[in-house]
């Protein structure tokens, strides 16, 4: 499995734009990067998933360089309900074995 | 997204009873569900990988007899907490897996804190 590194904590203010950055250097062709958010006492919260170059969904982007060893979740405008641990998992997402292993995520706290 | 729909989402237990959570998908089959355990301030760590119909599949150091895991149909799956002690106080994860555009996503439930007296 591909091991991520995110950072630990990030700080931000309402109504900025958040971009959280993973690193995967040893992401295998088959790989997909998927970006979870959990809130506390909850279950994990399905925020986007990519492969390539860029991917936009109603909530957020994910940008994938071209060598794919590092990827950057976009949060554009947070507010307070943003504050969440965000976690980054590599993959096999297009194989039946593939089980999402979660490293420390990065704990994002929105100032007002 | 998908839903998936875990209960009880709070259980409090004397010391050597037995606590059953139950992890259903509501709006679409999972061959495979997976359980997780998460301690206060830390990620989430696999405890087994349930498949329909099949024994489950252990992680190194989860003791398959004291988590019994039971995946009878295409959308519930159970974890059973056998002779719980305060150690096995925690927050407890289910997640099932279903093919979206060709990938693999998983949705989780909701949690269940067990608390062991």
């Known amino acids: 499995l591909a091991k991520t590194t995110q950072p630990i904590s990030m700080d931000s203010y309402e109504g900025q734009e958040v971009n959280i950055t993973c690193s995967h250097n040893n992401i295998a062709t088959n790989d997909y990067i998927t970006w979870y958010q959990q809130f506390p006492s909850q279950g994990p919260r399905f925020i986007i998933q990519g492969y390539k170059t860029k991917v936009t969904n109603e909530v957020a982007s994910l940008f994938i360089p071209a060598d794919r060893k590092s990827s950057t979740l976009s949060l554009p405008r947070v507010s307070l309900s943003d504050t969440a641990v965000y976690y980054c998992?590599?993959?096999?997402?297009?194989?039946?074995?593939?089980?999402?292993?979660f490293g420390r995520g990065t704990s994002l706290i929105v100032h007002p | 997204g998908a839903v998936v729909s875990q209960h009880p989402s709070w259980v409090i237990c004397k010391s050597g009873t037995s606590v059953k959570i139950e992890c259903r998908s509501l709006d679409f089959q999972a061959t495979t569900m997976f359980w997780y355990r998460q301690f206060p301030k830390q990620s989430l760590m696999l405890m087994a990988t349930?498949?329909?119909?099949?024994?489950?599949?252990?992680e190194q150091g989860v003791e398959k007899d004291k988590f019994l895991i039971n995946h009878a149909s295409l959308t519930l799956s159970t974890l059973t907490v056998t002779s719980a002690h305060p150690e096995d106080s925690s927050f407890y994860i289910c997640?099932?897996?279903?093919?979206?555009?060709?990938?693999?996503?998983?949705?989780f439930g909701a949690g269940t804190r067990l608390s062991v007296l």
């Open positions: 997640s099932a897996r279903t093919l979206q555009g060709g990938k693999n996503i998983q949705y």
């Open positions: 998992l590599v993959g096999d997402a297009s194989g039946g074995s593939y089980i999402p292993t």
């Open positions: 349930s498949n329909e119909g099949s024994k489950a599949t252990y």
